[in-house]
C-alpha cells in the first residue's frame, strides 16, 4: 500500500531467529495500527462529508423552489401589470 512492502516479509525463513521475529511481529502492529489510525480519520471526513452532502442537498431543493415561486411570480406581475394601451393619459 504504501511502498514500504518487501517481498520477503510474506514468507517466512526457517533460519529466522526469535529477535528477527519479533521485530518483524513489532513492524506488522505498527502498521496495522497506522492504518487503523487512517481508517478512523477517513471514517470521520465521510461522514462529515455525508452530513455536508445532505445540507447542500436541502439547501439545493429550497433554492428551487424559492426560484419557481419568483417565477411564478413574476409571470403573474406581467399578466396583471397595465400595458401602454390600458394608460390613462396624463390630461386626465
Known sequence: MNGN???GDST???DSTPAELA????????RIAYQ???LDTLD??????????S??????VLMQER???QQRAL????????????EVPPHY
Open 5 to 7: 512492502t518487501r517481498q
Open 55 to 60: 445540507h447542500l442537498e436541502r439547501l439545493n
Open 23 to 30: 521485530r518483524r511481529l513489532e513492524a506488522l502492529e505498527s
Open 12 to 14: 517466512m525463513s526457517t
Open 44 to 53: 470521520v471526513a465521510v461522514a462529515n462529508q455525508e452530513k455536508r452532502l
Open 67 to 69: 426560484l419557481r415561486d
Open 36 to 38: 487503523e489510525h487512517w
Open 75 to 86: 409571470q403573474e406581475n406581467d399578466t396583471a401589470t397595465p400595458g401602454p394601451e390600458d
